[in-house]
């Protein structure tokens, strides 16, 4: 068998003569031969956890409020588990998770402000198409069906 080899031999891949890289949070992280470059602070990732699960107990607590308190207006008891998970997020802000998941979210909605949304007139032609397009297929589906249903009928007698 012979040994395939990449057309470009600067270019490292999935091959066991040079394998792939790959760029962790953590520091480098360099599979087959080479060196293992993981540089983790396991007091961070203790710290974070403890800071997540500090950021579910008032969650906790709201919801036990919640059904507690289950005479109370509905309202106040909506407002409170709405305080809640504010006071949830805040904590859970502080860990390195959740930075990353406040950083997804400001990157998603970047990304929503490049998107090109249709206009009016393409929107309400595209919805005028789909309910055609729909009352066909129901006429479509029903005509077989009663078809079906007169063929089965003749068979069975």
């Known amino acids: 068998m012979a040994e395939r080899r990449s057309p470009k031999p600067q270019v490292g891949g999935s091959i066991p003569s040079w394998p792939a890289i790959m ?79 406040w950083g997804f979210v400001k990157d998603s909605r970047n990304e929503v402000r490049k998107v090109v949304w249709p206009t009016r007139k393409e929107t309400a032609q595209t919805t005028l198409f789909v309910i055609v397009a729909v009352i066909i297929m129901g006429i479509f589906f029903f005509l077989l069906d009663m078809l079906l249903g007169w063929a089965v009928r003749l068979l069975t007698g």
């Open 23 to 101: 760029n962790m949070a953590g520091g480098d992280y360099r599979y087959g031969n080479s060196l293992w470059l993981v540089n983790l602070d396991f007091r961070e990732l203790t710290l974070d956890k403890l800071i997540l699960i500090v950021a579910v107990l008032p969650l906790l607590g709201a919801t036990g409020a919640f059904y507690y308190y289950g005479d109370e207006s509905l309202l106040l008891r909506v407002i409170g588990l709405l305080v809640a998970l504010i006071v949830s997020s805040l904590i859970a802000y502080q860990s390195a998770p959740g930075k990353a998941a």
